[in-house]
């Protein structure tokens, strides 16, 4: 293969629902681009992009698949990514390394959610969409049901550079309004003719054509000038100007596709040299805020945007060059780390097709093996040059408990998992002291089973997963007061301490009163010293000396407060973490002789814990912002599940077709919801969930949790 410069580079994401033909369309372009000789079927497990064990037993692609097609002279990078939103960080992915995206559109349906999730990713990204309506050759196709749909969803930004002749089993060609062809197909490998229009289709081209031009006008004021005065615009100034507008996002054009007969896909691709921008020029963020322009004459800097274990070949770092060019047995370095990295050999990528290169220009995409430090999302560059700004993905949706079914196997499992998320950012492994499990988190229920099949074939490890423990937390709702006399004696040195204490909430932007009343006494609190401590769990403690008269001595306050922060990460209710308390210790007790740290964190430590629970404790459950985006057919049904899983309904929007619910449930509410959300409605709809703040739980709730950690130290003792 030879080395292209930036200018003749494209880099296109496929995006879309499942089901929308992403994978066959791959093919076809592989085909058309002289990649492959053959192309192949997802039904028959041999493409070039869904290879793995797993998206050829399910049919559906899983991870991001980074392809190639050299056309026209010029070189299209393509990422296939996933459909499903549990594997959405492939295409998320995907988008930091592209110019533009292919949204494929499956036209038995129309815009599904799946299609409105993409799209709104790509927007959140600045990513251009070209829209390809596939499968125009099912029996079921509805043009006028897409055409409906993508109006509705995508309003003005909608401009068709195609119509299809004959949707349906007959379908076999499309009217071109750019180049005004009439292209009429003869076979499934896309040998196609280049026909006038025929006349009953002549109206319907004049108008899309005008309604071309306007957009095209409107994307550059030069065009838009010589519109208004002509009324016209040749086809390199409608390119012009929808390259301009496709750039800024601000159109959206239309190609009419049958992926599986080849019938469009040239087309598309020719639309795709001529019209989408190239990689040239264009300016990647650092994560200092500098920029780095992707021009071949700067310094070599690549960023390494997704990473595999592959069968026969090892670890493999999948990147795109964002300045210079990469030589064959460069030494980068890790700019965040400085660890050093030689790229021994490097490789243009086509799925599982690997082609060995000399050099790689700013802007294209490869591959290289066996990097000993090169994980996704890390820069590789020449000394002295700023890392890109990091990928970010959304907050996980779907957490569940994993353990080894085989104790002696736990340490195996923990590698295996941190390897597994090593590859995939939207993956989490994290050990929870506070729970005392391993959770791990993910985009859905689909997700976390496929690292689950990944440990288990790849790894030989039989993990469970189980539901995990919530992780509340405890405060008070009211002042209290106590006192503790800790006092030992066993032969030797004795251990006294003796510890007087009050507690109330702590109130954020409230200052702390001095004024309480203890045994009916009014008293007033001067403070000799404090310690204010933001909890690593969350939430405030406020340690005030208040002690006159020396009757604890000031070396010993550190051990007091000691004893009530280790309370605190065990707290009195349930064992969670305590939080939001304000605690002043006014007197107390010590002995010239007996008196040692170790007895002040015991006394200090049981009387906060009695007057914990004589302040009216609460327990306290976090509560997450759920989106839901359902077909406004589900909307009654999606709002009775939540309201059974004590769900508020703060709002909704309506998105074209589609409702988002926008609602607050507490997080013990949401274990396996995505399962639950996709059975009723027919897996139509998704969602999004992301932390807002912990709130009481009701009193049946905090009942019936006091009720079960009574009994499992019963259980324990």
């Known amino acids: 293969m030879k080395s292209y410069s930036t200018k003749d580079i494209r880099n296109v994401a496929l995006i879309g629902g499942t089901r929308s033909g992403k994978t066959t369309l791959a093919e076809a372009m592989l085909f058309e681009g002289k990649v492959i000789d053959r192309r192949g079927t997802v039904e028959g497990k041999n493409t070039m992009s869904d290879n793995t064990e797993f998206e050829q037993t399910n049919q559906k692609s899983i991870n991001a698949t980074p392809l190639y097609a050299e056309f026209m002279g010029k070189k299209i990078n393509f990422i296939d990514a996933p459909g499903s939103d549990d594997f959405s960080g492939g295409a998320l992915a995907a988008f930091k390394v592209v110019e533009s995206s292919v949204l494929v559109i499956n036209a038995t349906q129309g815009v599904e959610v799946g299609t409105t999730i993409f799209s709104r990713y790509a927007n959140q990204y600045n990513v251009p969409m070209i829209v390809a309506v596939n499968q125009l050759d099912h029996e079921k196709a509805n043009w006028e049901t897409v055409r409906h749909s993508l109006e509705e969803s995508f309003g003005k930004k909608v401009v068709y550079v195609q119509f299809p002749v004959n949707p349906g089993t007959e379908f076999n060609g499309f009217v071109d309004v750019l180049t005004q062809k009439y292209y009429r197909f003869k076979d499934a490998n896309g040998t196609r003719e280049e026909l006038e229009i025929p006349a009953e289709y002549a109206d319907e081209a004049e108008e899309l054509r005008q309604a071309l031009m306007e957009k095209a006008a409107e994307g550059d004021d030069e065009l838009m000038m010589k519109f208004f005065d002509t009324l016209e615009l040749d086809t390199d100034e409608i390119r012009a100007g929808l390259a301009a507008g496709l750039k800024k996002g601000e159109i959206m054009p239309v190609f009419c596709l049958s992926a599986k007969n080849d019938i469009g896909v040239k087309r598309l691709m020719e639309f795709i040299i001529n019209v989408a921008p190239s990689p040239e020029g264009r300016v990647a963020k650092t994560v200092d805020g500098g920029d780095v322009p992707c021009l071949s004459d700067g310094p070599t800097s690549l960023f390494i945007f997704k990473t595999s274990v592959e069968q026969h070949l090892g670890d493999v770092s999948y990147f795109k060059v964002m300045s210079g060019v990469l030589n064959e047995g460069a030494d980068l370095v890790n700019p965040e780390t400085g660890n050093g990295e030689r790229l021994s050999a490097i490789y243009a990528v086509a799925g599982s097709k690997k082609e060995k290169v000399t050099s790689i220009s700013a802007g294209d995409i490869g591959c290289v093996m066996k990097l000993k430090n090169g994980k996704t999302d890390v820069t590789l560059a020449q000394p002295g040059c700023e890392a890109i700004s990091h990928m970010v993905f959304p907050d996980a949706k779907y957490r569940c408990a994993v353990k080894a079914l085989d104790k002696n196997d736990e340490a195996k499992v923990g590698d295996a998992l941190n390897k597994i998320a090593a590859q995939d950012p939207t993956i989490n492994v994290v050990y929870s002291k506070e729970l005392r499990q391993t959770i791990l988190s993910g985009m859905g229920e689909q997700h976390i089973n496929y690292v689950k099949w990944r440990v288990n074939n790849e790894f030989k490890l039989q993990i469970e997963l189980y539901a995990p423990k919530v992780p509340y937390r405890e405060t008070i709702t009211k002042v209290a007061t106590a006192q503790y006399r800790h006092k030992k004696q066993s032969g030797g040195a004795g251990q006294f301490g003796e510890v007087h204490l009050l507690v109330c909430p702590y109130v954020e932007g409230q200052e702390a009163p001095k004024n309480f009343k203890i045994d009916g006494k009014d008293t007033v609190f ?188 019963e259980a324990e003792d």
């Open 526 to 713: 001067n403070f000799k010293s404090q310690d204010i401590s933001e909890l690593e769990w969350g939430g405030k403690l406020e340690f005030y000396n208040c002690v006159v008269g020396g009757s604890i001595d000031l070396s010993f306050m550190p051990a007091i407060l000691k004893g009530i922060k280790s309370k605190m990460e065990e707290g009195p209710l349930t064992g969670s973490y305590a939080r939001d308390i304000r605690v002043y210790v006014y007197d107390g007790k010590m002995h010239p002789v007996d008196s040692k740290e170790i007895a002040f964190i015991i006394a200090g430590r049981n009387a906060f814990k009695e007057a914990f629970r004589n302040a009216g404790p609460k327990i306290l459950e976090p509560i997450y912002n759920v989106d839901i985006i359902t077909p406004n057919e589900y909307v009654g049904p999606c709002m009775s599940d939540l309201n059974t899983r004590r769900g508020m309904i703060m709002n909704q929007d309506m998105d074209g077709a589609f409702t988002i619910l926008h609602a607050r449930v507490p997080l013990a509410e949401l274990y396996r919801y995505s399962t639950t959300l996709s059975s009723l409605t027919g897996g139509s709809a998704t969602f999004s969930m992301k932390f807002a703040e912990y709130q009481p739980v009701p009193a049946d709730v905090q009942t019936k949790l006091l009720a079960e950690y009574a009994a499992q130290e």
